[in-house]
């Protein structure tokens, strides 16, 4: 054989498609998942799920078997990317009073950022909150319930205030709690949708927001 003709034969041999690897279901549905949380990241939920199942080098039927509809499929990221990253012993994280309170909200937002303030949970909470889905509000609440509200109670006991128990939360409270918990939100905002310039060092961002709301906190309280 001439070297030319080696060289066709190299090429075609190199134009053979190498064959789709056959995955368990419960894999694929996961290969599925995974992709669909970095799409959707990217072009938003208005993006085509035959695009999506291109990117899979799949078929859309194929994508179709295992979610049967797009609202599916998008549950699903929801799941993935909001309720499978909550954690039950988040606020364990800045309840614990033998040590300073500054110093446990500040490893608090440390493993909750590393958690939440990613590109693609940032982005996907964005494009759902313009379209107004429940399942965001429905988080909303859970970081209300589960993280805010129990911060309240530190806070209180940080300024030698009545208990929740002694005295109901007040919705001025939580906006106040809201405030700090927003404008860390916001960092990972302006990093991962406008792109714009930021402190690489985040944990000193924390620490100085959460001594300014506690500096005044104890202000307003005395008032």
């Not at 368990?24 to 085509?48: T, Y």
């Not at 930021?198 to 000193?204: E, H, M």
């Amino acid at each position: 054989m001439t070297n030319d003709s080696s060289a066709r034969s190299r090429k075609s041999d190199n134009n053979v498609a190498a064959p789709r690897r056959r995955l368990r279901a419960v894999n694929r549905e996961q290969q599925i998942v995974e992709e669909a949380v970095s799409f959707f990241a990217e072009k938003g939920f208005s993006g085509q799920t035959r695009e999506l199942a291109t990117r899979l080098g799949i078929t859309q039927p194929l994508l179709y078997r295992y979610f049967p509809t797009k609202r599916d499929l998008i549950e699903r990221v929801f799941d993935e990317v909001y309720l499978n990253r909550e954690s039950p012993d988040w606020s364990s994280l800045f309840t614990d009073r033998s040590r300073p309170l500054h110093d446990r909200l500040c490893d608090f937002y440390g493993t909750y950022s590393e958690m939440t303030y990613q590109y693609d949970w940032i982005r996907i909470y964005m494009f759902s909150a313009l379209m107004g889905e429940k399942l965001n509000r429905r988080y909303i609440k859970l970081v209300e319930k589960n993280i805010l509200t129990p911060m309240c109670g530190e806070l209180r006991d940080y300024c030698d205030q009545p208990t929740i128990e002694e005295k109901p939360i007040r919705q001025l409270e939580l906006d106040h709690i809201w405030v700090m918990h927003g404008g860390l939100f916001y960092y990972a905002i302006r990093k991962h949708i406008y792109n714009g310039r930021v402190s690489k060092d985040f944990s000193a961002i924390v620490s100085r927001a959460v001594a300014v709301m506690l500096a005044g906190s104890k202000s307003v309280s005395a008032e």
